[in-house]
C-alpha cells in the first residue's frame, strides 16, 4: 500500500517562497513519476507540475513557469518529491497535493487525495 503524504505548506506574502515536500512509501516508486495539484477555494483541482522517475523531464502548468520547480529524490522504498516555489502570488493560495502521474506527466493516476498541504498567500 503506498502513502503520499504533503507537508510544507503555510502562509506566506506574496513574493516569498516555500518548499513543499512529499514523501511516498510502501512499494518500489523511483520508477514512478510524481505530480503536484493544487485546489483552491471554490475551484477545481488543478495539475501544477510534474517530474519523470528519472528527474531528467518536467512539466509546469503555465501560470508558474519560471516561479516553481519540481524537484526528486528517489531510494528504493522512499520517493520524496519537492515543489520550491518562489514570487508567490495570493492566486496560488490552495491546498496542494501530491499523487501519481500517467506518462502524459499530467493526469493524476489516483482517484483518492491524501490531505494536502495548504499555502496562503496573502497580499
Known amino acids: 500500500q503506498v502513502q503520499l503524504v504533503e507537508s510544507g505548506g503555510g502562509l506566506v506574502q506574496a513574493g516569498g517562497s516555500l518548499r513543499l515536500s512529499c514523501a511516498a512509501s510502501?512499494?518500489?516508486?523511483?520508477?514512478?513519476?510524481m505530480g503536484w495539484f493544487r485546489q483552491a477555494p471554490g475551484k477545481e483541482r488543478e495539475f501544477v507540475a510534474s517530474?519523470?522517475?528519472?528527474?531528467?523531464?518536467?512539466?509546469?502548468v503555465d501560470s508558474v513557469k519560471g516561479r516553481f520547480t519540481i524537484s526528486r529524490d528517489n531510494a528504493e522504498n522512499t520517493v520524496t518529491v519537492y515543489l520550491q516555489m518562489n514570487m508567490l502570488k495570493p492566486e496560488d493560495t490552495a491546498v496542494y497535493y501530491c499523487?501519481?502521474?500517467?506518462?502524459?506527466?499530467?493526469?493524476?493516476?489516483?482517484?483518492?487525495w491524501g490531505q494536502g498541504t495548504l499555502v496562503t498567500v496573502s497580499s
Open positions: 510502501g512499494r518500489t516508486l523511483s520508477s514512478y513519476d
Open positions: 517530474i519523470s522517475w528519472s528527474g531528467r523531464t518536467t512539466r509546469y
Open positions: 499523487n501519481f502521474v500517467f506518462a502524459n506527466l499530467r493526469d493524476p493516476v489516483f482517484n483518492a
